[in-house]
């Protein structure tokens, strides 16, 4: 037991409480064999923290690889650690409702199998989404084979489908790349590499799927109920995602917070990239909840860590978690208005001595510095005022500029040297950084800074930070290295509207290439009954619909009639020469020459 877990076990007690038993072995394997999920190879966290960790995320680290079934609440049970996310199960007069079936189809049919062994083979009655986040519906298909969903209702709230697809499509390709440093995929499970995400330990690898809802929630106080149980909910829009929502049990007296409140201190803005939250409606929405639910329960659990027991004590956790979302807000607010940039923000706040000192409000997974800096950037944007950085070279440019002030490299090398020999980490990683960007080759800087980057990340708390800064030291040693999974399927695609799929075309135009060209294309979809206008003109590609019986004012050089499924073929180059059409269809051709691939290895700590 390490000194951090014997000051204080009560978060312990709570996620060991109920415990029936754990997946065994616990791993998690697809069809092929091919591990896509694996908590064994945590055991080591079972040890005291050794110095290459931080012993605060080395506790939340053993607090979240506790892994198995438990039980919440009479009826209520829970699978943890066998995904970056909990499934919750509720049982009715005939079956049990899932709520958010993990991330991987392999991951949710093993929770769903692990419960069933000990509960008994009931069958799937209700599926609930919390939110519109990928590790909550992935494994949807893992618990809902093809035509269940049929006779079992699918609840998710207002706006679901929306922003669970359009999130990937738009800076999918970035995001994903970033994730691959946020979550440490590349890193190995040990002492000295990944030891968790703050949240979780770790996102499986298997297969996403996306049954759509057939319930939608649109207000709160709508009541509905799943195969006898009564269910209670709570919109929360615009807080940890867009499409959010809470729920209570009312005869389980127990209270479901989705993601809006967990034991940690969570992002305003992801570190893999996401559009930046609104903390103070996120602030504002578990202050209503406190006030909603009162005394209604005895017990709040999330989608993800361990729940919480007694009324009183989850008005704490709420209350811990309303104030510091409160808090971040209104103080970066207050210090932005006195003049003060994101940088100088993140180095002032400072979170008064209650919240430092809990538990739930530290920086595992979102940190204080780059919640500030979010803040400021959704309220300010990127300029920070000053017109030194208003026209700056990018990076490479600026780095050479900056290893020549310093003397040229071998003095910027010593001088960097000289800086992390004091302790100052931070800087020396900035002025080693400046020597990457100058010379890529120069293998000397980048091992250097590999090993500036591998002392900042062991002595991080924020879970993320450490992933970041230890796989920013493996890539600057190895290269450019772990592949992004390409987690679309046919089910996901097919749940695209039509203008998505078409703007999924659009930003990966060549612009450049395409200035001189000038088309137009109809595409008519008969399922749809839509007619959609794709005109491309300086570099450009833009649509517009009407219906399809409505002649366009004038015509195409090319006009398609297809399916929605045919449409998407076309965009994966499929059936081009078969394809029903009017016009020049080499224009179709054309336009597709001009369609790039992202790079799914691009380059971070390299030029």
């Given at each position: 037991?390490?000194?951090?877990?014997?000051?204080?076990?009560?978060?312990?007690?709570?996620?060991?409480?109920?415990?029936?038993?754990?997946?065994?072995?616990?791993?998690?394997?697809?069809?092929?064999?091919?591990?896509?999920?694996d908590n064994d190879v945590y055991t080591f966290l079972e040890s005291e923290c050794p110095d290459t960790a931080n012993p605060s995320l080395w506790r939340q680290a053993q607090l979240c690889s506790k892994q198995g079934l438990y039980v919440v609440t009479d009826g209520i049970y829970q699978i943890r650690g066998i995904d970056l996310s909990n499934m919750t199960?509720?049982?009715?007069?005939?079956?049990?409702?899932?709520?958010?079936?993990?991330?991987?189809?392999?991951?949710?049919?093993?929770?769903?199998?692990?419960?069933?062994?000990?509960?008994?083979?009931?069958?799937?009655?209700?599926?609930?989404?919390?939110?519109?986040?990928?590790?909550?519906?992935?494994?949807?298909r893992g618990v809902l084979p093809p035509g269940a969903e049929d006779s079992v209702p699918v609840l998710a709230p207002a706006g679901f489908m929306e922003h669970a697809i359009s999130e990937n499509i738009y800076a999918g390709n970035a995001m994903t790349r970033r994730a691959v440093f946020m979550y440490g995929d590349q890193l190995p499970r040990a002492a000295d590499g990944q030891i968790g995400a703050g949240l979780?330990?770790?996102?499986?690898?298997?297969?996403?799927?996306?049954?759509?809802?057939?319930?939608?929630?649109?207000?709160?106080?709508?009541?509905?109920?799943?195969?006898?149980?009564?269910?209670?909910?709570?919109?929360?829009?615009?807080?940890?995602?867009?499409?959010?929502?809470?729920?209570?049990?009312?005869?389980?007296?127990?209270?479901?917070?989705?993601?809006?409140?967990?034991?940690?201190?969570?992002?305003?803005?992801?570190?893999?990239?996401?559009?930046?939250?609104?903390?103070?409606?996120?602030?504002?929405?578990?202050?209503?909840?406190?006030?909603?639910?009162?005394?209604?329960?005895?017990?709040?659990?999330?989608?993800?860590?361990?729940?919480?027991?007694?009324?009183?004590?989850?008005?704490?956790?709420?209350?811990?978690?309303?104030?510091?979302?409160?808090?971040?807000?209104?103080?970066?607010?207050?210090?932005?208005?006195?003049?003060?940039?994101?940088?100088?923000?993140?180095?002032?706040?400072?979170?008064?001595?209650?919240?430092?000192?809990?538990?739930?409000?530290?920086?595992?997974?979102?940190?204080?510095?780059?919640?500030?800096?979010?803040?400021?950037?959704?309220?300010?944007?990127?300029?920070?005022?000053?017109?030194?950085?208003?026209?700056?070279?990018?990076?490479?440019?600026?780095?050479?500029?900056?290893?020549?002030?310093?003397?040229?490299?071998?003095?910027?090398?010593?001088?960097?040297?000289?800086?992390?020999?004091?302790?100052?980490?931070?800087?020396?990683?900035?002025?080693?950084?400046?020597?990457?960007?100058?010379?890529?080759?120069?293998?000397?800087?980048?091992?250097?800074?590999?090993?500036?980057?591998?002392?900042?990340?062991?002595?991080?708390?924020?879970?993320?930070?450490?992933?970041?800064?230890?796989?920013?030291?493996?890539?600057?040693?190895?290269?450019?290295?772990?592949?992004?999974?390409?987690?679309?399927?046919?089910?996901?695609?097919?749940?695209?509207?039509?203008?998505?799929?078409?703007?999924?075309?659009?930003?990966?135009?060549?612009?450049?290439?395409?200035?001189?060209?000038?088309?137009?294309?109809?595409?008519?979809?008969?399922?749809?009954?839509?007619?959609?206008?794709?005109?491309?003109?300086?570099?450009?590609?833009?649509?517009?619909?009407?219906?399809?019986?409505?002649?366009?004012?004038?015509?195409?050089?090319?006009?398609?009639?297809?399916?929605?499924?045919?449409?998407?073929?076309?965009?994966?180059?499929?059936?081009?020469?078969?394809?029903?059409?009017?016009?020049?269809?080499?224009?179709?051709?054309?336009?597709?020459?001009?369609?790039?691939?992202?790079?799914?290895?691009?380059?971070?700590?390299?030029?």
């Amino acid at each position: 037991m390490s000194t951090f877990q014997s000051a204080d076990t009560k978060d312990f007690e709570n996620a060991d409480r109920g415990f029936i038993a754990a997946l065994t072995p616990g791993q998690v394997k697809n069809s092929d064999g091919r591990v896509v999920y694996d908590n064994d190879v945590y055991t080591f966290l079972e040890s005291e923290c050794p110095d290459t960790a931080n012993p605060s995320l080395w506790r939340q680290a053993q607090l979240c690889s506790k892994q198995g079934l438990y039980v919440v609440t009479d009826g209520i049970y829970q699978i943890r650690g066998i995904d970056l996310s909990n499934m919750t199960l509720v049982e009715g007069d005939r079956g049990v409702i899932v709520i958010d079936p993990l991330i991987s189809t392999e991951c949710a049919a093993a929770a769903l199998a692990l419960y069933r062994e000990h509960r008994g083979d009931r069958p799937v009655t209700g599926l609930i989404y919390t939110h519109s986040h990928a590790d909550h519906f992935g494994g949807a298909r893992g618990v809902l084979p093809p035509g269940a969903e049929d006779s079992v209702p699918v609840l998710a709230p207002a706006g679901f489908m929306e922003h669970a697809i359009s999130e990937n499509i738009y800076a999918g390709n970035a995001m994903t790349r970033r994730a691959v440093f946020m979550y440490g995929d590349q890193l190995p499970r040990a002492a000295d590499g990944q030891i968790g995400a703050g949240l979780g330990m770790a996102m499986s690898t298997g297969t996403i799927s996306l049954v759509p809802p057939s319930v939608d929630i649109t207000a709160t106080g709508q009541t509905e109920t799943v195969d006898g149980v009564r269910i209670v909910f709570q919109l929360t829009p615009g807080t940890e995602a867009p499409a959010e929502m809470n729920f209570l049990f009312p005869q389980q007296r127990a209270l479901c917070l989705a993601e809006n409140v967990t034991h940690t201190m969570h992002n305003i803005q992801t570190l893999r990239g996401a559009m930046v939250r609104d903390s103070r409606n996120w602030s504002r929405y578990i202050d209503e909840a406190i006030e909603y639910f009162d005394g209604q329960y005895d017990v709040g659990f999330a989608s993800h860590h361990w729940p919480t027991w007694g009324h009183d004590n989850v008005v704490q956790l709420l209350s811990d978690q309303r104030d510091l979302y409160a808090y971040m807000h209104d103080q970066t607010l207050r210090l932005l208005n006195d003049g003060m940039v994101a940088a100088e923000i993140a180095e002032t706040i400072q979170l008064p001595p209650a919240l430092e000192e809990a538990w739930n409000t530290r920086g595992y997974y979102g940190s204080l510095s780059h919640n500030a800096k979010a803040i400021y950037h959704r309220y300010l944007g990127w300029f920070e005022g000053n017109p030194a950085t208003l026209w700056e070279h990018p990076p490479t440019e600026q780095a050479k500029r900056h290893v020549d002030l310093a003397g040229g490299r071998d003095s910027a090398l010593a001088k960097a040297g000289a800086y992390a020999e004091k302790g100052d980490l931070r800087f020396a990683a900035t002025v080693l950084n400046y020597l990457v960007f100058a010379d890529a080759e120069d293998t000397e800087a980048k091992n250097v800074l590999a090993s500036v980057y591998e002392q900042l990340g062991r002595g991080a708390e924020n879970g993320t930070w450490r992933n970041f800064y230890l796989t920013a030291a493996l890539e600057l040693r190895s290269g450019a290295g772990g592949d992004v999974a390409d987690v679309t399927n046919p089910e996901m695609i097919m749940a695209l509207t039509t203008e998505q799929l078409l703007d999924s075309v659009a930003i990966r135009i060549d612009g450049p290439r395409a200035w001189a060209e000038d088309l137009t294309v109809d595409v008519v979809l008969t399922d749809e009954g839509r007619r959609h206008r794709l005109t491309l003109r300086n570099g450009a590609l833009t649509h517009r619909s009407r219906d399809a019986g409505s002649p366009p004012p004038t015509p195409a050089g090319l006009t398609l009639t297809v399916t929605k499924p045919q449409l998407i073929g076309l965009l994966a180059g499929q059936g081009i020469d078969e394809v029903e059409h009017e016009g020049d269809l080499g224009l179709l051709k054309r336009l597709f020459t001009l369609v790039t691939v992202p790079d799914k290895r691009f380059p971070i700590v390299t030029p």
